[in-house]
C-alpha cells in the first residue's frame, strides 16, 4: 500500500523467478486459460495472488506454498500458481502427484530482495555493493545452480558449508573457531604479551627483595648488626 512503500525501500534484486502452474498429473489446467473458474491456490498478498486475481478471477488464499500443495494433493482445489523454484523443490514431496507448467506467459516475473525501512541509506548500499560483487564473482549463479535441481530437505549441506568430518578436518574446524575466527589469535596474543609483562614486573620485583635480603644477610654475617 502507499505506506508501506513510503516507509521502507527495496535493494537490487539478487535473484528473479517465474510463475507457473500446478496441477494434479491428468489434470486438463496447464495454461493460462485453464485458470478461468477454477480453484487457485496462492500465498496470500503475493505475485501470484495480484496475478491470479487481476486476470483470472478470485484466488485462493494460504499462508504458504506448502499449505497451498497440501490442499491441492487433498483435492481441495484445482491447481496452485507459485514461484517456479519453489515448485519445483516443494512438488518432490508428493512424489509424481503434480505436474508443473511453465506456460503464463502474460504473468509477471518475481524479483527477490531484501526490504529496509526507508531511513536505512547506509546499509542499503551495503547490500546493493555486496550484491553486484557477488554478482560480479557468479556467486549468486553458483548458489542458483547448487540449490537448482535439490528436493526441500532440512539435512540438505549449505551452499556455504565446506566442513570436512575427517580427523583432521576436525581439528582444523577446532583451531579456525578457536583461533581464527573474528580475529580470536589476537585474544591470545595480548593475553601471551600480559602475561609476559607480569611474569618479567614479578621477577625484576623478586630479584630486588632477594638483592635486599642477601645484602641483609652478608651484612649481618661480617657485622652483626643485622
Known sequence: NDKGEKDVVFSKAYANDKLVIVSPNGSSISTAAGLDGADVGVVKDSLAADYVSDKHGSAVGYDTVNAA???????EIDCA???YATAKSLSYGYGSAFAIHDTLADAPV?????????GATELIG???KAID???????????KTYYADRSYN??????????????????????ERCFLE???????????KNTLKITVVALLIGLAIGVLLATAVSLNAQTGKF
Open 133 to 143: 560483487e557477488l554478482a560480479t564473482e557468479g556467486t549468486i549463479d553458483e548458489i
Open 110 to 118: 518475481a524479483n527477490y530482495g531484501f526490504m529496509f525501512s526507508a
Open 154 to 175: 532440512p539435512d540438505t549441506p549449505s551452499f556455504f558449508d565446506d566442513t570436512d568430518d575427517s580427523f583432521w578436518g576436525k581439528i582444523w574446524d577446532r583451531i
Open 126 to 128: 551495503l547490500v546493493n
Open 182 to 192: 573474528n580475529d580470536r589469535w589476537e585474544l591470545y596474543f595480548d593475553g601471551l
Open 69 to 75: 500443495l497440501d490442499s491441492l494433493n487433498r483435492g
Open 81 to 83: 500458481v507459485v514461484d
